[in-house]
C-alpha cells in the first residue's frame, strides 16, 4: 500500500474512534485538556490566541476559551481565504458563524482579522500524532500552507503551534512530508508534550 493510501486509511480509522466517544468521555477529555494546556505558560499570557470549532468528535476547547477572555486575551477562529491561506478573525461565545464551505463555523461578520504570522499560540486540529511534533492532517494542506513561514525559522517562536488530540490518537512515529510544519508542543487529555529534540 503507498504512503496516500496508508494516510487515508489511517485517517478514517482515527476519525471513527474519535467519533465513538460517549458524551461523557468528551467532558472528561475537555477538562483534561484544559489541566494540559495550563501547564504551558504562554496560554496564560499570549494576547492572541487562535483555535478552531470542534466538529466530527474533535476534542472541544469549550472548557479552554472562557479562561482566556478572563484574563484578556483574545480568541481567534480561522477562516478560509481565497488563496488557500487561513486567516484568524476573534470571537467570542454567542457571536454569530456560518459554515465555510466545508460546513465548518466561522465568524460570521469578522470586524478585523490576523494572518497566521500575526499569532502567538495556536492551537492546531489534527488526526494524530507523534512526539517529535509530526501531525496527521486532515489533507486539504490549509496549516502547512499558512505556516510554511516558520519552516525557515529557529522553533520554538511565534505563533507557537500546540496540536489539540486525545491520548489515543498519539501514533509510533509519522513519516513527515517535505511541507509539513511541526508543531511545538502536543495536548492531550492526559499531558502536554514538548515536541522539541533535547538540545545538545
Not at 140 to 159: N, V
Not at 163 to 181: R, S, T
Request: hydrophobic residues 45%; aromatic residues 10%.
Amino acid at each position: 500500500m503507498d504512503v496516500t493510501a496508508q494516510r487515508r486509511e489511517l485517517r478514517q480509522h482515527l476519525a471513527a474512534q474519535r467519533r465513538a466517544l460517549t458524551p461523557a468521555q468528551r467532558i472528561a477529555a475537555a477538562q483534561g485538556l484544559r489541566r494540559s494546556l495550563e501547564q504551558l505558560p504562554e496560554y496564560h499570557t499570549d494576547a492572541r490566541v487562535a483555535g478552531y470549532w470542534a466538529c466530527d468528535g474533535e476534542l472541544p476547547l469549550n472548557l479552554v476559551i472562557p479562561p482566556l477572555a478572563a484574563r484578556g486575551q483574545r480568541f481567534l477562529l480561522p477562516m478560509l481565504g481565497e488563496d488557500r491561506q487561513l486567516r484568524f478573525a476573534p470571537w467570542a461565545a454567542g457571536e454569530a458563524v456560518q459554515p465555510n464551505r466545508f460546513g465548518i463555523p466561522e465568524p460570521a461578520a469578522p470586524r478585523e482579522w490576523f494572518a497566521p504570522f500575526q499569532l502567538d499560540l495556536v492551537l492546531v486540529p489534527l488526526l494524530g500524532f507523534d512526539r517529535h511534533g509530526h501531525r496527521l492532517g486532515y489533507g486539504g494542506g490549509w496549516y502547512d500552507r499558512s505556516f510554511a513561514f516558520l519552516a525557515e525559522q529557529a522553533r520554538p517562536t511565534e505563533p507557537l503551534l500546540v496540536g489539540i488530540a486525545y491520548d489515543f490518537q498519539e501514533l509510533p512515529a509519522i513519516k513527515p512530508e517535505a511541507w509539513d510544519v511541526r508543531l511545538d508542543f502536543v495536548a492531550t487529555d492526559r499531558e502536554l508534550i514538548d515536541c522539541h529534540p533535547e538540545a545538545p
